[in-house]
C-alpha cells in the first residue's frame, strides 16, 4: 500500500484505489443481496467490510494504530469517490462502529475503553446508538432514560428508539440522566452498554421502504460497569455533541460521490440514446439533468471548500449543517426525478433489498429513503435552526415558558 | 447597522486575495458608477500573463474583484473585459498581444453580447457584420463578437467609433449595468481587430458563466448580510424578527444557497484556469439561481421596505437576475452535458 507521508492526493494514489476497487467489488452484489438470507447478509457485510480493511478502507479516517487506514482528509474523499464510481457495496451495518466509535472513544475515551473496543468495532463488531426517545427526538436533551448508580456500577432503565440496526448490535454508545436534579444539559452520562444481558430488549422498526433499518431497544435494569462511562459522569451531553458534529459531515460524502457517479452515468446513457436531439431543443429530461448536475457540482465545491478548511485545522464547524441540508435535500430531488422518469415502472416494487448503500439502481427505494438523510443526524428543520443562530448570530427562539 | 456574520465571506481566499477583496469593496462602491472603476489599479488586466502585457495574477485574484462589483453593484466594465474578452484573446491562435497590453491598462473597456454567442454574428461568412446587438455596457471603446468565418470561430472588437457602427443606450432593468444597442452595417472583418479560438463557443460560455456567477454571487451576499442586520434590528411582538422560527429558516436556507453558490463559483474559478470548464458551466446554471433566490429572500425578509426603491434591494434582485439570465439558459445547460458526456483528457485531480 502507498501512504502518501504528506496526504497528498497524486494520480498514483488514485489510480491504486481506482484499481483496487475494481478488483475487489462484488460484481452483482445488489441482486445477490435481495436472495440473501439476514445470515447471509451479515456475512456478506462481514466479508465485505474485512476485505476493506486489508487496505485501511473501511475506517480510512481512523489512525493505522487502532486499525483504520490513516488517511488524511482529501484521500478519504479520494477513497469514498472511486468506491462510488464502481458502484461497491456501502459499510452502512457498521456505520456507529466505524465513525462514531472511534470518534468518540479517541476523543473523550479512557485508554482501556479505547484498546478494548476501537480495533473490534472497525474489525466488524456491530455497535448502535442509543440516543433519540419516544419523548426526546429533536429535543434530545429532554432524554428521560435512567442509570442508577449500583454499587460501583449502574443500572439503566427506560427505552431508546430510532437506534439503527441496534437488532444486530453488540454494544450501545448510550445517553442516559444520571443527575434528574441537574439542569437539561448537566446531568446526563455517556454509557457503553453491553447488549448481550438480561434487562435489554431490541424490537426492530419497519420503515417507509419496508425494510427494518432501525429499533426500539428496552432497558430494564441492563447492568453498566463503571468502566463503561465515557468522559466524565453528568458530563455526557458535550461529549455527544462532537459525535453528532461527525454525522452530519463526513457521513454525506459518501452519499454525495455516489450521486456524482449515478448522475455521470445517467449523463453518459442520456448522450447515447438522444444523439438525434443534440442540436435541437433541449428536452424536459435534459434541462431537469443538467439542473440537477449543476446542483451536484455546488454540493460537491460545499463540501470540497469543508474539506480543505478541515484539513487547514479550521474546526470552528457550522459548514457540517451546511452540507446536511444540502446533499439531503438534493438526494431527495434526484431521487424523485429518476422515480418519475421511470414512470409506470416505479409502480412496481422489485423484492426488498437488505439496505448495503444508496443512489441504488431502484429509484424508488432511494426516494423513499431520502427522508432518513433529511430527518437523521437532526432534522433538517433543526440545522436551519443551528445555521440560523450559530452561523448567521440570529436571536434564540424565545422558549416557551 | 451590526457587523456582517464571517460565514457570510468566502473563506478560503489567500491573505493577498481577501486584501484585495477589501479594496476592490471600497473603490467600486466609491466608483458605483463608473465603467472604468478599477482600470487604472491594473484590475482590468488580472489574470493575463505580465508577458502578454497583462497585469499577472490568477483567474482566482480575478474572482475576488468580480465577486466585489457584484457585492457593490457598480457598473464597472471589469468584469466582461478582463473575465471575458481577455481570456479569450489570450487563448486565441495566434495570441492578439497588441490589444491585450493596452485592454489590461484599462484603455480599452469592452462591452459584450447579451445573447450566446452562437447566436452572434452568424452572416460573417461574407466578411462583414450585420445586425443589431444588445449588449452589456454603456460608455465603453469596443464591441466583443463572436462570429463564423472559413469554418472557424473568432471574436471581433468593433470600435464604438468606427463608421458602420451605431450605438444608442437602452433603458435596463437592472440600473447598475448599462445596457446598450450596436447596429452594424457590414462592419468589414478586415478593419477590426479579430482574433480565431479554438473551441470559442464553450471558451465563451464557460467565462460568461463564471463572471456571471461570481457577480450574482457578490450581490448575494450583499443583500443576504443587510437581512440579517435588519433581522437583528428590526423587533415585533416585542422580539427581533430574526428570532422567529420562520424568519430564521428562510435566512438559513439563503445562507446554504449562498454557500453553495460561492463554493461553486471560487472553485470554478480555478478549474477554469487549468483549462475544466465543467464547473464554470454548472455555476452559470446554478449560482446565479442561488444568488437570485438569496435576493429574493431579502426583499421579502425586509417586509414592505424591501419593496421599495430607496432600500435599494432592488439593486441586488435585478443584479442577480441580469447575471442568471446571461448565464442560466439552455445553451448553458446543453455546454454542460456535453461536456460531461466528454470530459476533458486531463482532468484536474478532484
Known amino acids: ?16 484505489v ?37 487496505r485501511g478502507y473501511g475506517a480510512p479516517h481512523v489512525p493505522r494504530e487502532w486499525g483504520g487506514g490513516g488517511y488524511s482528509l482529501h484521500q478519504q474523499v479520494t477513497i469514498l469517490s472511486e468506491w462510488a464510481r464502481v458502484d461497491a457495496p456501502g459499510t452502512d451495518l457498521f456505520e456507529i462502529s466505524l465513525f462514531h466509535v472511534p470518534g468518540t472513544l479517541l476523543a473523550a475515551g479512557t485508554d482501556e475503553q479505547r484498546q478494548r473496543y476501537v480495533r473490534q468495532g472497525i474489525d466488524g463488531v456491530i455497535w448502535c446508538q442509543g440516543f433519540s426517545e419516544p419523548g426526546a427526538g429533536s429535543d434530545l436533551a429532554s432524554l428521560r432514560t435512567r442509570a442508577v448508580a449500583d454499587g460501583d456500577g449502574w443500572r439503566v432503565h427506560g427505552q431508546k428508539i430510532w437506534s439503527s440496526h441496534a437488532d444486530h448490535a453488540r454494544y450501545c454508545l448510550l445517553l442516559a440522566r444520571t443527575n434528574p436534579d441537574a439542569s437539561r444539559h448537566h446531568g446526563i452520562t455517556y454509557f457503553i452498554c453491553d447488549l448481550d444481558q438480561p434487562g435489554v430488549e431490541v424490537r426492530p422498526i419497519t420503515q417507509t421502504t419496508g425494510l427494518q433499518g432501525f429499533c426500539e431497544i428496552f432497558f430494564d435494569g441492563a447492568h453498566v460497569g463503571p468502566d463503561g462511562v465515557i468522559g466524565g459522569v453528568d458530563d455526557g451531553w458535550a461529549v455527544a455533541q462532537s459525535t453528532l458534529e461527525t454525522e452530519r459531515g463526513v457521513l454525506g460524502l459518501d452519499v454525495v460521490e455516489r450521486m456524482g457517479h449515478h448522475l455521470h452515468r445517467t449523463v453518459q446513457a442520456l448522450a447515447s440514446r438522444d444523439e438525434e436531439h443534440r442540436s435541437g431543443e433541449l428536452t424536459a429530461d435534459e434541462a431537469a439533468l443538467a439542473r440537477l448536475l449543476a446542483r451536484h457540482h455546488a454540493v460537491r465545491a460545499l463540501c470540497g471548500h469543508a474539506v480543505d478548511r478541515l484539513e487547514q485545522g479550521d474546526h470552528s464547524g457550522g459548514l457540517a449543517s451546511l452540507m446536511k441540508v444540502s446533499f439531503s435535500e438534493l438526494l431527495q430531488e434526484l431521487a424523485d426525478w429518476e422515480t418519475t422518469r421511470r414512470g409506470e415502472a416505479a409502480l412496481v416494487q422489485r423484492p426488498p433489498m437488505h439496505f448495503c448503500g444508496y443512489v441504488t439502481d431502484e429509484p424508488a427505494l432511494d426516494w423513499l429513503h431520502s427522508w432518513g438523510w433529511t430527518i437523521a443526524g437532526g432534522a433538517n428543520e433543526i440545522q436551519r435552526n443551528i445555521i440560523g443562530e450559530r452561523l448567521l448570530g440570529l436571536p434564540r427562539q424565545p422558549r416557551p415558558r | 447597522m451590526s457587523a456582517a456574520p464571517p460565514i457570510l465571506a468566502y473563506q478560503s481566499l489567500t491573505d493577498e486575495q481577501a486584501e484585495l477583496g477589501r479594496g476592490a469593496q471600497a473603490l467600486l462602491t466609491a466608483r458605483r458608477d463608473d465603467e472604468r472603476a478599477g482600470a487604472d489599479v491594473g484590475w482590468f488586466g488580472i489574470g493575463i500573463p505580465e508577458e502578454m502585457g497583462g497585469s499577472g495574477g490568477t483567474l482566482g485574484d480575478l474572482a475576488v474583484v468580480l465577486e466585489a462589483a457584484g457585492w457593490a453593484t457598480a457598473a464597472t466594465a471589469v468584469s466582461l473585459t478582463a473575465g471575458l474578452t481577455a481570456p479569450l484573446l489570450a487563448a ?34 461574407r466578411g462583414q457584420l450585420s445586425g443589431t446587438v444588445q449588449a452589456i455596457g454603456g460608455d465603453v471603446d469596443a464591441l466583443a463578437v463572436a462570429f463564423g468565418h472559413d469554418g472557424r470561430s473568432g471574436v471581433a472588437l468593433v470600435p464604438a467609433d468606427h463608421a458602420s457602427v451605431r450605438r444608442s443606450p437602452l433603458v435596463a432593468l437592472d440600473p447598475s449595468r448599462p445596457l446598450s444597442a450596436w447596429q452594424l452595417d457590414g462592419v468589414a472583418l478586415a478593419s477590426v481587430t479579430i482574433a480565431f479560438v479554438d473551441g470559442l463557443v464553450e471558451r465563451w460560455r464557460a467565462h460568461l458563466s463564471l463572471v456571471s456567477a461570481l457577480d450574482a454571487m457578490g450581490a448575494a451576499r450583499a443583500a443576504l448580510a443587510r437581512t440579517i442586520a435588519y433581522a437583528r434590528d428590526r423587533e415585533q411582538f416585542g422580539q427581533p424578527i430574526g428570532s422567529f422560527q420562520a424568519y430564521k429558516h428562510r435566512a438559513a436556507t439563503a445562507l446554504v444557497e449562498l454557500k453553495l453558490g460561492q463554493a461553486l463559483a471560487f472553485r470554478a474559478a480555478d478549474d477554469l484556469a487549468h483549462g475544466d470548464t465543467t464547473t464554470a458551466l454548472a455555476a452559470g446554471l446554478t449560482a446565479t439561481r442561488s444568488a437570485l433566490d438569496v435576493c429574493g429572500t431579502a426583499v421579502q425578509l425586509h417586509g414592505a421596505i424591501g419593496f421599495t426603491w430607496e432600500a435599494g434591494l432592488h439593486r441586488y434582485l435585478k443584479r442577480a437576475r441580469t447575471a442568471q439570465l446571461l448565464a442560466d439558459r439552455p445553451a448553458t445547460a446543453r455546454q454542460l452535458l456535453a461536456r460531461t458526456a466528454a470530459p476533458p483528457a486531463t482532468r484536474r485531480p478532484a
Open chain 1, 18 to 54: 481506482a484499481d483496487w476497487f475494481a478488483a475487489h467489488n462484488p460484481v452483482g452484489w445488489r441482486d445477490a443481496v435481495r436472495a440473501m438470507s439476514t445470515e447471509e447478509w451479515l456475512d456478506f457485510n462481514r466479508t465485505w467490510l474485512r476485505t476493506l480493511n486489508t
Open chain 1, 1 to 16: 500500500v502507498t501512504h502518501v507521508a504528506d496526504g497528498a492526493v497524486t494520480d498514483a494514489f488514485r489510480s491504486e
Open chain 2, 92 to 125: 486565441a491562435d495566434p495570441p492578439v498581444r497588441d490589444v491585450l497590453a493596452p485592454l489590461s491598462a484599462g484603455q480599452l473597456a469592452v462591452a459584450v453580447p447579451t445573447a450566446d454567442p452562437a447566436h452572434v454574428g452568424a452572416d460573417a461568412d
